[in-house]
């Protein structure tokens, strides 16, 4: 437990009365820049290479959370923390049927715990912030990987200060395939990339700031890869791109500029039954993309930005640098999603205000429901104001059934498999649960971290 002192200065952060925070995180990128006008703004925009992080195995791993230095563009370092000086960390991929063996080292200045998101684990290995390290500690995570292929990601944890560590860098993303995807053809290798975008702001020294607000972070800059003003120079040829919402409270309304379409292909669960196409697409704080984007009728030097039509932010500029016949196909059936029927109980979950789940704000030592393994449930999200709120469930991917009130209707990202999900103010969201992996201790979370942090979140058990 921490101390009376460590304790008063994390109370004062969850009352966002401290100031702001600053540390740092680590990647060189390239140095080459490239003029291009932005064309939600005035003037032009320097940009600079999309870092990609490495890709590692989940054999033998060694992540270190600490403070660092990294590259946002241009040469220009800026302090942040980060996993193995990354920001993004390593993309960690692995097949299903692989183990996992991690090890963390806290080499920041306050406890911390990685949180595998979208993993069906354990209790002992999910990242629980009761299984928060100290300074100098370590923990060492085993797992076996027994569920679909899908992009998940990784994250801290601990308990009201999980805001500001992922704010400050602390993320990256988690791969894993089967024989049923690789079957399937999808672009791999350089047409398969990671985009992890979020928001982030910068003090007057060019370092990450985290200032913490009660309804949530929002920052003034926009950041892919943890790459400012980025662009990716890509082939004609068809790209497939794993996009994850790293943000702590901002929601994207992804579409490119010139109105093509993306395929969408998958989302937080894995593939879905059939592709769609999209112009526009949601994506709220911990909700993942599995997006194909088309190239090959393109021209050598034809330019496509990737934008945010919310905020009117341009995120990402694709440069269309070489000529290239690469066969490719986008299969009409991508995988068979059984769908989850015959609900043995209701349960419903108020999110309330910014920090209370059914009127409870967050206890570490309560356990406030248990689920029997392998029971269907049907789970009722609703809110009395201070939405949005992207609701997180660990331990078990669920299906979205119904929204009535607000938007009124189910979208295209949330078919399939989920375990995040976005619940706006005025609506009422259900899904339908079954734990099937493990008995034991997990989290619903309301994913709009400085939320979390404020204590909306519960545990809850399977038996």
């Not at 993303?173 to 024989?179: A, E, L, M, S, Y």
Request: net charge neutral; with cysteine; hydrophobic share 40%.
């Amino acid at each position: 437990m921490p101390s009376t002192k460590e304790r008063e200065f994390v109370l004062s952060r969850r009352a966002f009365l401290g100031g702001a925070l600053a540390t740092g995180a680590a990647a060189a990128m390239g140095t080459g820049v490239l003029a291009a006008t932005r064309a939600f703004g005035a003037g032009t925009v320097t940009r600079h290479p999309l870092f990609i992080p490495p890709v590692v195995s989940p054999s033998g791993l060694s992540l270190t959370a600490k403070p660092t230095s990294i590259d946002l563009g241009g040469g220009k370092l800026s302090k942040a923390w980060a996993y193995n000086d990354l920001m993004p960390g390593p993309t960690i991929h692995a097949a299903r049927g692989d183990v996992a063996t991690i090890t963390l080292h806290n080499a920041l200045s306050e406890e911390t715990i990685t949180h595998w998101h979208g993993m069906v684990v354990d209790h002992p290995n999910d990242g629980h912030p009761a299984f928060a390290i100290p300074p100098g500690g370590s923990y060492a995570y085993s797992f076996p990987i027994q569920q679909r292929a899908a992009f998940n990601w990784y994250h801290p944890h601990p308990h009201m200060l999980t805001g500001g560590q992922v704010n400050l860098g602390l993320a990256g993303g988690f791969i894993v395939t089967d024989t049923h995807e690789a079957g399937l053809g999808l672009p791999s290798g350089s047409y398969e990339v990671p985009l992890v975008i979020r928001d982030a702001s910068l003090d007057r020294q060019g370092n990450l700031v985290y200032k913490p607000r009660s309804g949530g972070f929002v920052g003034s800059i926009s950041l892919v890869n943890g790459t400012r003003d980025p662009y990716l120079n890509v082939d004609t040829a068809l790209y497939r791109f794993r996009v994850l919402n790293g943000s702590n409270a901002r929601i994207w309304r992804l579409a490119l500029a010139n109105g093509a379409a993306f395929t969408l292909i998958g989302n937080d669960g894995g593939l879905l039954a059939a592709p769609v196409q999209l112009t526009t697409i949601d994506v709220a704080p911990g909700e993942r993309l599995d997006l194909l984007v088309d190239f090959r009728a393109a021209a050598v030097g034809d330019r496509v930005m990737l934008r945010d039509v919310k905020a009117g932010w341009d995120l990402l500029e694709f440069v269309v640098a070489r000529q290239v016949s690469v066969p490719a196909t986008i299969p009409s059936t991508l995988s068979t999603i059984t769908k989850l029927a015959n609900p043995v109980r209701t349960r419903t979950f108020s999110f309330d205000g910014m920090s209370k789940i059914n009127g409870l704000e967050y206890d570490i030592n309560r356990i406030d429901f248990q689920v029997p393994l392998g029971d269907v449930e049907r789970w009722r999200f609703t809110t009395n104001g201070n939405a949005p709120h992207p609701v997180h469930v660990h331990g078990a991917s669920y299906q979205v059934v119904a929204r009535t009130g607000g938007r009124a209707r189910l979208f295209p990202w949330e078919a399939g498999w989920k375990d995040t999900v976005l619940l706006a103010d005025g609506e009422t969201v259900d899904i339908l649960i079954r734990f099937t992996g493990y008995r034991g201790q997990y989290l619903i979370h309301c994913h709009k971290l400085e939320h979390e942090d404020m204590g909306m979140m519960s545990n809850f058990e399977v038996i």
